[in-house]
């Protein structure tokens, strides 16, 4: 007898940030086949991989230029399916596999795969403070989580507690977030001129600037956001010169070309009376 979709049990719990290990086996990341119960039960079994944990939440890869290309593969797949299929002698399973991929990576020790590089919506590049003081801080602030780490998160927890209820009323707002039907053609203008190919940079910009007016606590979005989006979702998707330095995103570029694709042109009004 099957059960109605509606009658199914739904448990609430919070999202899970699942660590890839960048030698991890490939049966630990997409799982495998039980074959010794399939054999003998008859039951096609699976025994999840880290993909399945992450399901509906965050799949964080330390160093993610270093990952074996067998294992992107599996990434890509799962990724561009929303489905993680298993296979082993014989017996196919499958999952649901949704999850927000988060990378980081130090460029000197090699690029992206141009495949994993174009799935990845933003990019953000953390750069080494300069001032003293803020560096004294971090290196303060190290020293207290060393020394005691639940007085640490204690400490913050507040500050977290607001940040999560502002992350949380942005994603209710989110689904009433407009753009302005002349900023979608300003988009395309806008990744097209900056030398991208790829679809996924338009459709990224849009839903990043969506999301920053949700979380400032606006309904519609404006060329700001879109500016704002635009140097997250290009920089890793801009062509590289294979001898050169990696291609770096000009914030004056953007703005001039995103003016450009806004621009109206106004023809003058004749005056109310001819010349003699």
């Known amino acids: 007898m ?18 890839l290990p960048l030698n991890a086996t ?35 890869v330390d160093e993610i230029n270093l990952l074996d290309d067998h294992l992107t593969d599996v990434l890509l797949d799962a990724a561009a399916l929303g489905v993680n299929v298993v296979e082993r ?29 174009d799935r990845i919506g933003l990019e953000l590049e ?16 190290r020293e207290a989580f060393s020394a005691d780490p639940a007085a640490f998160r204690a400490q913050w ?11 949380a009323a942005a994603e209710a707002r989110l689904p009433s977030v407009r753009l302005a039907d ?7 203008h806008v990744v097209v001129r900056s030398g991208v190919g790829s679809h996924r940079a338009d459709i990224t910009i849009v839903e990043c600037a969506k999301a920053a007016a949700a979380l400032a606590g606006r309904k519609e979005a404006n060329a700001d956001d879109v500016l704002a989006a635009a140097q997250l979702a290009l920089g890793h998707r801009l062509a590289a010169d294979p001898f050169g330095p990696a291609p770096r995103v000009d914030t004056q570029v953007l703005q ?16 109310a009376g001819g010349t003699r």
């Open 89 to 117: 002698e014989g017996v196919s399973i499958s999952h649901p596999a949704r999850f927000l991929l988060v990378g980081t990576m130090n460029e000197e020790e090699g690029e992206l795969r141009p495949q994993i590089a």
């Open 182 to 188: 002349d900023l979608y053609a300003a988009v395309g």
């Open 256 to 271: 001039r070309l995103l003016d450009e694709a806004l621009e109206v042109e106004v023809t003058p009004k004749k005056a």
């Open 157 to 167: 927890a507040e500050a977290q507690a607001e940040l999560a209820e502002r992350v």
């Open 2 to 19: 099957c059960v109605e979709r509606d009658e199914l049990p739904v448990v609430r719990r919070r999202r899970r940030i699942v660590d």
């Open 26 to 60: 490939e049966d630990r990341v997409a799982g495998s086949v039980d074959v010794a119960r399939a054999l003998a039960e008859g039951v096609q079994a699976l025994e999840p991989g880290l993909l399945a944990e992450a399901n509906r939440g965050i799949l964080y």
């Open 126 to 141: 953390v750069e080494a403070l300069d001032d003293p003081e803020a560096r004294a801080e971090i290196v303060r602030r």
